[in-house]
């Protein structure tokens, strides 16, 4: 089956800076990679996904990036927020059918 | 978007008991739903996938017999964990599908085993 690996596990920005976060897939026949963002005991929240004819996807301060020769892609989030500060996780899916989620990455935005 | 909901939001049940785990989508009918299971500070893993009629389809290393799926309707999905035993402890989330790229999750049920 799919195996999704992302990076780093956990990663702590200043408000304002930048953050990203990369994930890798195994499968190549995988071709929607959706991000979520899940706080402490909620559900995951769909933030920005991104199909795989399309090499890079942005919706104001957050933007993906898709390499599908390399099986990788990215989430890059500007001028961070303390309210961005959550769990992310990527997702791997052939078809958006069952996803394959990555190991979750816990962003701290410092004030 | 969508309402699904899941029922109840938490449980404590005793070592060898069974709890069932209810999945709803409020507004929509869901072609397919999903089971996931996420132990703390730790990714979602998908469990199951499940079709209205049909006989859910387990991931690897899941056990079919622990962890009942029914899908009796386009929008209740239960999960029913068996013979529950504290390493069953954990957050269980469905997902709910209207149809590929589109999966809505419920808020999550928590298990604690005694």
């Known amino acids: 089956g799919e195996n999704v690996e992302q990076h780093p596990s956990t990663l702590s920005v200043q408000e304002g800076d930048s953050a990203v976060i990369k994930c890798t897939y195994s499968d190549s026949a995988s071709n929607y990679f959706p991000w979520y963002k899940q706080e402490l005991g909620k559900r995951p929240q769909l933030i920005i996904d991104?199909?795989?004819?399309?090499g890079e996807k942005k919706d104001q301060r957050i933007a993906v990036t898709l390499n599908k020769t390399a099986k990788h892609f990215s989430l890059h989030i500007t001028e961070t927020q303390p309210e961005d500060s959550a769990v992310y996780f990527c997702?791997?899916?052939?078809?958006?059918?069952?996803?394959?989620f990555g190991t979750g990455t816990s962003l701290t935005v410092i004030p | 978007g969508a309402v699904v909901s899941q029922h109840p939001s938490w449980v404590i049940c005793k070592s060898g008991t069974s709890v069932k785990i209810e999945c709803r989508s409020l507004?929509?009918?869901?072609?397919?739903m999903f089971w996931y299971r996420q132990f703390p500070k730790q990714s979602l893993m998908l469990m199951a996938t499940s079709n209205e009629g049909s006989k859910a389809t387990y991931e690897q290393g899941v056990e079919k017999d622990k962890f009942l799926i029914n899908h009796a309707s386009l929008t209740l999905s239960t999960l029913t964990v068996t013979s529950a035993h504290p390493e069953d402890s954990s957050f269980y989330i469905c997902?709910?599908?209207?149809?590929?790229?589109?999966?809505?999750f419920g808020p999550g049920t928590r298990l604690t085993v005694t």
């Open positions: 997902s709910e599908s209207k149809g590929p790229y589109e999966q809505y």
């Open positions: 997702a791997a899916s052939i078809s958006g059918n069952q996803f394959y």
């Open positions: 507004d929509f009918q869901a072609t397919t």
């Open positions: 991104i199909r795989s004819n399309v």
